[in-house]
């Protein structure tokens, strides 16, 4: 029983960090804490991704220097090409975001979102 | 071969733009317009090869076989390009070559614009990488390409506090639907250990599981909302009148299609369609169809901003084209299917004519009023003629008067609703009720009594009149055809839509 648990445990940490990213962006009403936890929902998807790439015991998938106990026995190395163009999408995404809070800012002189609705109709 | 220069050319256009921005003003223009139109023309011969030789075109990235050596999976990277990516790459090209043209004159006030011709060129790769790519992953990059290049589009203007605020919404909401979108490819991948979408379609096919679901679930939700579909419409009703012009046209047009219905179409027929009862999914999307049709075309009526009332009109047309997507996946195989799915593909080309015609008649009226309020703009047509008979065609196409191409592509959405089920024909007629009220009313607007305000209005110059007068002209034209057209071109492309055991053969060979 503790055994499954322990398999699982980068799955039930993904769940976990999945619901404080919805409850950051749902409940939270300053505009950076909502960048924040769509920021926890872009690392729960990394690490989801990675952790379905795991094999268990083996070894980084570099060739260069691997021992030979290495040979047909490393982790998968696609889900970490797709992690590393996520990670990079993610930060031009928070990047842009952060800038749009400073402009609210500007305009508004708060980072309340719920006082940030001129438009409507 | 042309097919890698659709993304060469607008690539290689965005990232030498801040470098030829340093010519000059001039040069800048001159270069946008010239990578559009050149990006134009290779989507032209590519549909013209797709469309005469019929087959689905299969292009490999570093590699002549999609297969890897010595095993039967794909390893690469595949573009598969079929008769309906084509056209979308086409509709996609001649708007954005007609949006640059217009912003020529229309951006002249703004400053940083060697941004946003990069920008608009970024947002127009990213659009013709969702129509040809046949790999999941490569689909989410370039559908984040687009999606990050729109939300800085949006927000273009950052001086003004509307720009902002639909910029951040759009943002935020966006990137809740991207992380869905990922969510469901990574599901996929995790269950199915491929990401290229014939042999997922495969393996799919040959182990329905309940995370395959789930995965449709994720990615319907994050297409949906990309769609701009009822309950996740909000940001389009923003973010659509905040943007310029010239960029409420293309996202108008073709954002909220490619990134859309396009990809919930291509990923419900052809990675999905063998493996889920397409009933189901087809009832659900109808469903969210007819939400869609009736609020989106309702609240159009109560606008009194022009471009909003515009962008209402956008989010119900989608309604139109989840029905006929929504009726061709639940009657799949019957005519009524085949017809549905045409006449969805029909409007989707025909309405992104015809929005980016009335956003550039909007833009127009604001460059030369800067009011979009409609109660202030009484009595524009005796002085601003040639953008008011735009508009007055604009208008009658998306109502769907016969000598224009509205009519053909709603007839036979009409035609199949009422025979798959006669109730949504009925809702589809009512959304079409509220729709003629919202653009008769804009038209009372514009055939008034002048009032003080556009006493010294004029028309626009030749930049902001060209495009306007070549997006009326293919209305006119397409509209004069509407059963060739249908008959050539749209039921060919329902059915190589239709046809997902083409879309597999093509990349897996005779597998």
């Not at chain 2, 470098?19 to 050149?38: H, N, S, Y």
């Not at chain 2, 013209?48 to 095993?71: A, C, D, F, H, R």
């Not at chain 2, 042999?199 to 297409?223: D, E, H, Q, R, S």
């Not at chain 2, 397409?278 to 022009?306: S, Y």
Request: some cysteine; overall charge positive; hydrophobic content about 55%.
């Amino acid at each position: 029983m503790n055994n499954v648990v322990l398999v699982n445990l980068p799955f039930v940490v993904v769940a976990l960090l999945l619901a404080v990213g919805f409850y950051t962006i749902g409940f939270k009403r300053n505009l950076i804490k909502v960048v924040i936890g769509i920021e926890i929902l872009e690392g729960a998807v990394n690490l989801f991704l990675i952790a379905l790439g795991y094999v268990k015991g083996a070894y980084a998938p570099i060739y260069t220097m691997a021992p030979p106990q290495a040979e047909n026995n490393m982790v998968l190395p696609t889900p970490q090409a797709l992690t590393l163009t996520s990670i990079v999408i993610g930060v031009a995404v928070s990047a842009l975001m952060l800038a749009f809070a400073v402009n609210i800012y500007r305009h508004y002189g708060t980072l309340d979102v719920t006082k940030v609705r001129r438009l409507r109709g | 071969m042309m097919l890698p220069y659709l993304i060469i050319v607008p690539l290689f256009g965005a990232f030498a733009t801040p470098l030829v921005g340093l010519a000059g003003k001039k040069a800048r223009e001159l270069w946008a317009v010239l990578i559009t139109a050149l990006t134009l023309g290779v989507a032209s011969e590519l549909f013209y090869t797709v469309w005469k030789s019929g087959e689905i075109m299969v292009y490999t990235l570093g590699g002549k076989n999609p297969l890897g050596q010595g095993v039967g999976f794909p390893i690469r990277i595949v573009w598969e390009v079929d008769l309906l990516s084509a056209l979308f790459a086409l509709m996609v090209t001649l708007i954005a070559f007609v949006a640059v043209l217009y912003s020529t004159e229309y951006m002249r006030h703004d400053t940083g614009l060697e941004k946003y011709y990069t920008l608009v060129l970024v947002l127009e790769v990213g659009m013709l990488g969702i129509a040809i790519t046949g790999d999941l992953f490569n689909f989410y990059v370039f559908l984040e390409i687009m999606s990050i290049a729109s939300y800085a589009l949006v927000a273009f203007r950052n001086d003004t506090w509307e720009g902002i605020e639909a910029g951040i919404k759009y943002m935020f909401t966006g990137s809740l639907a991207s992380a869905f979108i990922l969510l469901g490819i990574v599901l996929l991948y995790g269950q199915y250990g491929t990401l290229t979408m014939a042999y997922l379609a495969k393996m799919i096919a040959g182990n329905p599981t309940f995370t395959a679901k789930v995965a449709l679930g994720l990615l319907a939700g994050g297409l949906l909302f990309k769609s701009g579909a009822v309950p996740v419409h909000m940001w389009l009703a923003d973010a659509h009148p905040a943007a310029p012009s010239s960029i409420s046209a293309m996202l108008s047009g073709l954002v909220i299609k490619i990134g859309g219905t396009y990809a919930l179409a291509r990923l419900a027929f052809s990675v999905f369609g063998m493996g889920i009862s397409m009933k189901t999914v087809g009832w659900i999307i109808i469903f969210f169809a007819c939400a869609t049709l009736i609020v989106g075309n309702a609240m159009a009526i109560i606008q009194t901003d022009m471009k909003r009332l515009f962008a209402f009109s956008s989010v119900g047309q989608i309604g139109y084209i989840l029905l006929g997507i929504g009726i061709g996946l639940a009657a799949y195989g019957s005519d009524v299917g085949d017809v549905a799915l045409a006449g969805a593909i029909y409007h989707t080309v025909n309405h992104a004519l015809m929005k980016a015609l009335l956003f550039l008649v909007a833009g127009a009226v604001i460059h030369q009023l800067g009011t979009k309020n409609l109660n202030e703009l009484s009595g524009i047509a005796r002085r601003m003629p040639v953008t008011s008979f735009a508009f007055l065609v604009g208008a009658a196409a998306i109502i769907g008067l016969p000598p224009l191409n509205g009519f053909a592509s709603k007839w036979l959405i009409y035609e199949s609703s009422a025979l798959f089920n006669p109730f949504l024909a009925a809702i589809a007629i009512i959304g079409t009720a509220f729709c003629t009220a919202a653009y008769i009313r804009v038209l009372f607007t514009f055939f008034g009594r002048p009032s003080e305000r556009v006493v010294n209005a004029t028309e626009p110059g030749k930049a902001m009149l060209v495009p306007m007068l070549i997006l009326v002209l293919a209305i006119i034209i397409m509209g004069l055809f509407p059963w060739a057209i249908s008959e050539k071109v749209m039921i060919p492309a329902a059915k190589t839509l239709e046809n997902f055991s083409a879309y597999v053969t093509a990349v897996l060979g005779g597998v």
